[in-house]
């Protein structure tokens, strides 16, 4: 056979060897064992492989120096004379072959297989597995001789015990996030709506939630200002149904605090002697590290800034928490978060509905962005101010009427879908 073609093959089985010791490493044991639990084909050798883990470990060392030792015999028998016919020193012709050969090694026996199967690890297990357990089989005489002799040396040279490793079945983020992803799943590839399961993957995505995916926009803000008299707050505690409400001074970007409505009862003359100071916090800042903190000072509310220091919105512990739990009802909110469907055109819903839920379960096509997140938001988004009781609003093919509205809140209305 040419020299060649026997490297090329020396190469591809070194970098066989080498790219199955990273998918081995770097898949995760928790789909092996899940697949096999599913009784699926390549399964059956890749929990033998991971029960025999030193073996395995010690079979692919061995392939690996074979094939190291093939390559390096033909590649001086293949560059070594031309090497010579051009130069004449011999220490610098085994220094370039040294080089080159090393080269060519690392980058096509090493390096480019262990990214490509680290980057592909459980698809590189399914698809190697049959070749790879024959391997196994084929070196395991080999592979049980060095093993012999490795307890030979530990016992009696080094004076320790040669234990037989074996992969350990453990859980990480990608692990959980899978298993969730696979219980959710029925056997015909419907997913179930399991509510521990939906919590549990939020959990899991939570660190990934930012101040901004979870907070009340500012549209929907209700504030005050310091000059505001008690009754008057009063007033607007009783509409609202809030326990807690913003104070500002002169403009909503300059907000001092808030009054919690149970300060109330005390008959305070001013607001001002009731304003609890309140927490500033990025939109970027992480919900988990925000949570941390509220908890921290035993608060449960924040004000929210965008990157020019203008108030963009407001959250609550509560909201945070509807983030893991979904949405967390009280009867406030029962009261408030109408909708009802009259016909395919003609709906009722409450302000506070979120868009994004309305789009998905009646398919209304409500343009969704940053700037409003609720039907009340996005009507006030365009119409930049509170409307009337039983005003009409036209928004594109959308037209609204609104049956229920207060000084600071957009409440009820009518929904009806013209065509475009």
């Known amino acids: 056979m040419n020299a060649s ?21 770097s898949a995760g044991m928790l789909r092996i064992t899940l697949a096999g639990k599913q009784r699926r084909f390549y399964t059956r050798f890749m929990s033998g492989l991971y029960n025999r883990s030193t073996h395995f470990m010690i079979t692919l060392l061995i392939g690996k ?7 390096g015999i033909f590649m001086v028998a293949w560059l070594g004379t031309p090497l010579g016919e051009h130069i004449e020193s011999g220490i610098l012709v085994l220094l370039v072959l040294i080089i080159l050969s090393t080269v060519l090694y690392l980058l096509a026996g090493e390096l480019l297989p262990i990214l490509f199967f680290r980057a592909r690890p459980n698809i590189a297990m399914q698809v190697f597995a049959l070749p790879t357990w024959l391997i196994f089989i084929l070196f395991y005489p080999v592979t049980l001789m060095f093993i012999i002799l490795g307890k030979f040396f530990s016992k009696y040279v080094f004076h320790s015990d040669f234990q037989l490793r074996q992969q350990q079945l453990t859980f990480g983020r ?21 509510h521990d399961f939906r919590i549990l993957r939020n959990v899991l995505d939570f660190a990934e939630v930012r101040v901004r995916d979870c907070m009340i926009p500012r549209p929907e803000i209700i504030a005050v200002e310091e000059k505001t008299g008690t009754r008057e707050l009063q007033q607007i505690f009783n509409e609202t149904g809030l326990s807690k409400i913003l104070v500002y001074k002169d403009s909503i970007d300059n907000i001092t605090g808030y009054v919690n409505v149970k300060d109330l009862f005390r008959n305070p003359k001013t607001i001002r002697s009731k ?16 949570l941390a903190g509220l ?19 407001l959250v609550t512990v509560e909201d945070i928490l509807e983030e893991i739990f979904g949405e967390i009802e009280d ?17 009722i819903f409450s302000g506070r509905l979120e868009i994004d839920y309305l789009n998905e379960k009646y398919h209304l096509g ?19 101010d509170i409307p009337s009781l039983n005003e009409t609003i036209i928004i594109d093919r959308y037209e609204f009427k609104i049956l229920k509205v207060s000084r600071t809140r957009l409440e009820l209305v009518k929904l009806i879908l013209h065509d475009q």
């Open 5 to 25: 073609l026997i490297i090329l093959f020396a190469l591809l089985f070194s970098a066989f060897f080498s790219g199955m010791e990273m998918a081995y490493q």
């Open 174 to 194: 990608p692990e959980l996030s899978y298993l969730v992803k696979e219980s959710q799943l029925s056997p015909e590839g419907e997913e179930q709506t399991n």
């Open 295 to 313: 908890m921290k000072e035993k608060k449960s509310i924040a004000v929210v800034v965008d990157e020019f220091g203008g108030i963009s919105g």
């Open 275 to 290: 304003i609890t100071p309140i927490s500033i916090v990025p939109e970027s800042m992480p919900a988990n590290k925000l």
């Open 65 to 71: 120096f074979i094939a190291l030792a093939i390559y």
């Open 366 to 384: 409500i343009p969704e962005t940053d700037d409003y997140d609720t039907i009340a938001g996005f009507v006030l988004y365009h119409y930049e």
């Open 331 to 347: 009867e406030h909110d029962f009261i408030r978060l109408v909708e009802k469907q009259i016909n395919n055109r003609e709906y």
